[in-house]
């Protein structure tokens, strides 16, 4: 089993800054990674699939890079919707339901 | 719209059983794998279980397999998870999602449902 290892688990960002964070697969997963983004009591939303393709709908601002092992999320600048919790999954091989931990970004 | 609509959650004793419903809507039900994913309080996305569109590939985490069922009623756009001998760490809410992209391989989930509460309390 892949296990998908997230950091840091907190991020504390001023709006307008850039917010950069890792997610790690315990064995390669090529690009089969997708990024979702989850506010207080809501659904998760998904934001990058692929590793590095915008979900629909996405703003720019969001970019997704790695393969292999390697992974990071990237938000250029954070606006004041973008605090949440961010997931990485990967689905390269079934069962493909593994989640990281996830990485709060929170205001500083 | 592409939509998913969970139903079912509730409170409910140790040992005991409950079935969700997820009911889908916008989009060609029988072109999909389904999934069911778990938030405990607090907590991570956990995945719970994944069915192909034929349900002939049916996977489970080591976590609920051989308490928990998943299954889909093709006709009814429907995706159902029963859960039986259920434990207090089962509480969580349970999301139902699509797994979107290329049928026959595991795929990224979207869209996701708004989630059943399902809570495990003597």
């Known amino acids: 089993e892949v296990v998908m290892t997230q950091s840091p688990a907190t991020l504390s960002v001023s709006p307008g800054e850039r917010a950069t964070f890792s997610c790690r697969a315990s064995?390669?997963?090529?690009?089969?990674l997708a990024w979702y983004q989850q506010k207080p009591g809501q659904a998760p939303r998904l934001l990058i699939y692929?590793?590095?393709t915008r979900a629909t709908g996405i703003p720019a601002r969001f970019s997704g890079s790695g393969s292999g092992t390697e992974f990071t999320l990237t938000i250029s600048s954070l606006q004041s919707e973008d605090f949440a919790v961010y997931y990485c999954?990967?689905?390269?091989?079934?069962?493909?339901?593994?989640f990281g931990q996830g990485t709060k970004v929170e205001i500083k | 719209e592409v939509q998913l609509v969970e139903s079912g959650g509730g409170l409910v004793k140790p040992g005991g059983s409950l079935r969700l419903s997820c009911v889908a809507s916008?989009?060609?039900?029988?072109?999909?794998?389904m999934n069911w994913v778990r938030q405990a309080p607090g907590k991570g996305l956990e995945w719970v279980s994944s069915?192909?569109?034929?349900?002939?590939?049916?996977y489970y985490a080591d976590s609920v397999r051989g308490r928990f069922t998943i299954s889909r009623d093709n006709a009814q756009n429907s995706l159902y998870l029963q859960m039986n001998s259920l434990k207090t760490e089962d509480t969580a809410v349970y999301y139902c999602?699509?797994?979107?992209?290329?049928?026959?391989?595991?795929?990224?989930?979207?869209?996701w449902g708004q989630g059943t509460l399902v809570t495990v309390s003597s």
């Open positions: 999602a699509r797994d979107d992209g290329v049928a026959a391989r595991p795929n990224w989930f979207d869209p």
């Open positions: 069915i192909s569109i034929t349900s002939n590939y049916i």
């Open positions: 692929g590793a590095s």
């Open positions: 999954q990967q689905y390269n091989n079934w069962p493909h339901g593994t």
């Open positions: 916008g989009f060609t039900f029988t072109s999909y794998s």
């Open positions: 064995q390669s997963v090529s690009s089969n």
